[in-house]
C-alpha cells in the first residue's frame, strides 16, 4: 500500500451553544484542520488537529500539511507509522521552524490519518490494533455545560441535566475576575448535582501562583476531583509548588506538545491527572508514550478531547491507564462513526480505522475555502 495524494481540509463546525468562553478564549465555531491520505487501494486514512475557528492561522496549519509534510509520505507505506513520524519529525528545515505549535499540530494530523489507514488496512478498530481492552468500563465526563460566560443558574441547570442524562462527573470552567464569584458557582453546581457526582474544575491557564494557591485551597470544601491548567502551561516549578500546597490534584497536559514537556511535569510531582491531546503531542504514537509514561508513575490517564473525541474513545480503550474521557459532542454529524455515550459510558468502536473518517457532506456542510 502507498499513498498517492494528500487532500487537506478545514471544516469550522458551530459549537453547540452558539457562543462559549473560559477565562481566556471566546469561541464560536470548532476548528477542524486535516489531512485524507489517499492510497493505492481501496482505504483513505482521515486525521485532524483542533482550533478555535480563526481562518487565518488555520490556513497556516492546513498549509504546513500541504506543502511540508504531505510531499514526505507520498510514496510511502502508511502502515510504517513509526518510522514515518520519525522522518516527518526529523526533517531538518521543518524541525529548525516549529517542535510545538503549528508545525506539531499539522504533524499530529497526518499521524493520526497514517494509524487511521493502519488500522482499516488491519481490519481493526484502532484500540483493538493498539492491543486493547474493549470490554472495560471507559466513563466520559461532561464538559460542555461549565462555560464561564453562562450565568450560574445556567450552569446549574445543565449540570443537572446531564447528571440526568447519565454523567458521573462534569467539568465547570472558572477563572473570573473576582474567584469569589468562581466559589460562588462552583457552590451552586456542587448542591445541584450532590456528593456522589465528580466536580472539575478547570483555570485554562488564569492564574499566577499566589491565586491558584488562595482559590485551590477552596476546593477541598467542594470535593472538587481535579483542579486542570491553574497557570501558565509551561510553567513546572509553580504547578509543583501548588501541588503541595492544596489537596486538590493537578490535572494538565492538552498544551504540551512533546514528551519531553509532560516528563518534565510528571517526574517534579506537578501533575496527578495526565491529559495529553494526540492533535498537539504528536499523534497517537506519542500519546501512547505519555500515557506510558503516565502508567510508569502511578498516574491515571484522562486525554484531552475537546476536538479530538473519537481517537480519545479509541486511546483510552486501547490503554490501561486510562479509563475516562472528556465529552463535547460538537463534532458527531462529521463522522460516519462518532464517538457515542450512553448512561455516563463511552460506547466501543467496532468499525475498523480511528474513528477519524468524515462523512460524505462534512465538507460540504462545513468547509471552508
Not at 498537539?280 to 506519542?286: E, K, L, N, V
Not at 464517538?339 to 455516563?344: I, L
Amino acid at each position: 500500500m502507498r499513498i498517492t495524494r494528500v487532500e487537506t481540509f478545514i471544516l469550522h463546525v458551530p459549537v453547540t451553544n452558539q457562543q462559549i468562553a473560559d477565562s481566556t478564549h471566546q469561541v464560536t465555531h470548532w476548528g477542524v484542520v486535516g489531512a485524507v491520505l489517499r492510497t493505492d487501494t481501496m482505504w483513505s486514512g482521515y486525521g485532524y488537529t483542533g482550533t478555535h475557528g480563526h481562518l487565518a492561522t488555520d490556513r497556516l496549519i492546513r498549509d504546513c500539511i500541504g506543502e511540508a509534510l504531505a510531499p514526505l509520505v507520498l510514496g510511502e507505506d502508511p502502515r510504517d507509522t513509526g518510522l514515518l513520524w520519525q522522518k516527518l519529525y526529523h526533517t531538518p528545515s521543518i524541525r529548525w521552524v516549529g517542535r510545538a505549535g503549528i508545525v506539531q499540530m499539522a504533524l499530529s494530523a497526518v499521524e493520526i490519518a497514517l494509524w487511521d489507514l493502519k488500522a482499516k488496512a488491519a481490519e481493526m478498530p484502532l484500540w483493538k490494533l493498539l492491543g486493547g481492552d474493549g470490554g472495560k468500563p471507559v466513563e466520559a465526563y461532561n464538559t460542555d455545560g461549565g462555560w464561564l460566560n453562562w450565568s450560574r443558574q445556567q450552569l446549574v441547570d445543565c449540570a443537572r441535566a446531564a447528571v440526568d442524562e447519565g454523567f458521573r462527573g462534569v467539568k465547570l470552567k472558572i477563572g473570573s475576575p473576582d474567584p469569589r464569584d468562581d466559589l460562588d458557582r462552583l457552590a451552586a453546581v456542587r448542591e445541584a448535582i450532590g456528593p456522589s457526582v465528580k466536580l472539575m474544575v478547570d483555570a485554562n491557564g488564569r492564574w499566577d501562583l499566589p491565586a491558584a494557591i488562595r482559590v485551590g485551597r477552596h476546593l477541598a470544601e467542594y470535593d472538587v476531583y481535579w483542579f486542570e491548567e491553574p497557570m501558565w502551561f509551561d510553567d513546572v516549578g509553580s504547578h509543583a509548588v501548588l501541588a503541595r500546597s492544596i489537596a486538590t490534584p493537578i490535572a494538565l497536559g492538552e498544551q504540551q506538545y512533546s514528551l519531553d514537556a509532560m516528563r518534565s511535569f510528571i517526574e517534579a510531582g506537578a501533575v496527578h491527572f495526565v491529559q495529553p491531546d494526540p492533535t498537539r503531542i504528536g499523534g497517537i504514537g506519542p500519546w501512547m508514550q505519555a500515557a506510558d509514561l503516565a502508567l510508569a508513575h502511578r498516574l491515571p490517564v484522562v486525554g484531552h478531547a475537546g476536538d479530538m473525541m473519537q481517537v480519545n474513545v479509541q486511546l483510552a480503550f486501547a490503554h490501561p491507564a486510562s479509563a475516562m474521557v472528556e465529552y463535547i459532542p460538537w463534532l458527531r454529524t462529521c463522522f460516519e462513526e462518532p464517538a457515542t455515550q450512553e448512561g455516563g459510558f463511552m460506547k466501543c468502536p467496532q468499525v475498523p480505522g480511528a474513528g477519524t473518517t468524515l462523512r460524505h457532506d462534512a465538507i460540504e456542510r462545513f468547509g471552508v475555502a
